[in-house]
T-cell receptor
Framework: DAKTTQPPSMDCAEGRAANLPCNHS???????VYWYRQIHSQGPQYIIHGLKNNETNEMASLIITEDRKSSTLILPHATLRDTAVYYC??????????FGKGTKLSVIP | GAVVSQHPSWVICKSGTSVKIECRSL??????MFWYRQFPKQSLMLMATSNEGSKATYEQGVEKDKFLINHASLTLSTLTVTSAHPEDSSFYIC?????????????FGPGTRLTVT
């Protein structure tokens, strides 16, 4: 899996969009960008993944740069329940995912 | 989304005993499941990859004779911690790979907190 770099922590006001960046400059052509989050003392929750194109689902949007060296996860209207550690992982989902330290997102009332 | 369950959610055992943790994919079949371990304030670390009907593949540094993995069906994998010691106390998490043409998705269980006294 390509290594990813994320800021260790971020704050976001409740109701505002949370934009979480991720750098994956060594990503290879067949590797996807996956986002998971982990709320304290729970298993990680799948959020979204993409290869080249931007993706959107009911939870979030994923914006991948054209050169695929970085991406941004967008939570359009953050709530207190979105407070968690967010992991950006570059890899092929059929194989093991390598978790880094992630970004601790704190949503503030 | 797909659901993965783990049982038990927490367990306390005495040093020297064995503990079995179950991981089930409830609404899909998973030929591949993964076992992770997470120590406090640290990230998840992959322990092993479990493939249905074959031997598990262990990551470097993980003792296969201590952490026994069985993936006997397409919906169940088990992790047995044998002769547990206090240093084995951790949060154990499994995931199941949901097949998909675009890279697949791993769905994680809620985790099992093991405390060895």
């Amino acid at each position: 899996d390509a290594k990813t770099t994320q800021p260790p922590s971020m704050d976001c006001a409740e109701g505002r969009a949370a934009n979480l960046p991720c750098n994956h400059s060594t990503i290879s052509g067949n590797e996807y960008v996956y986002w998971y989050r982990q709320i304290h003392s729970q298993g990680p929750q799948y959020i979204i993944h993409g290869l080249k194109n931007n993706e959107t689902n009911e939870m979030a949007s994923l914006i991948i740069t054209e050169d695929r060296k970085s991406s941004t996860l967008i939570l359009p209207h953050a709530t207190l329940r979105d407070t968690a550690v967010y992991y950006c992982i570059a890899g092929t989902g059929s194989y093991q995912l390598t978790f880094g330290k992630g970004t601790k997102l704190s949503v503030i009332p | 989304g797909a659901v993965v369950s783990q049982h038990p959610s927490w367990v306390i055992c005495k040093s020297g005993t064995s503990v079995k943790i179950e991981c089930r994919s409830l609404d899909f079949q998973a030929t591949t499941m993964f076992w992770y371990r997470q120590f406090p304030k640290q990230s998840l670390m992959l322990m092993a990859t479990s493939n249905e009907g074959s031997k598990a593949t262990y990551e470097q540094g993980v003792e296969k004779d201590k952490f026994l993995i069985n993936h006997a069906s397409l919906t169940l994998s088990t992790l047995t911690v044998t002769s547990a010691h206090p240093e084995d106390s951790s949060f154990y998490i499994c995931s199941a790979l949901s097949p998909g043409g675009d890279g697949g998705e791993q769905y994680f269980g809620p985790g099992t907190r093991l405390t060895v006294t």
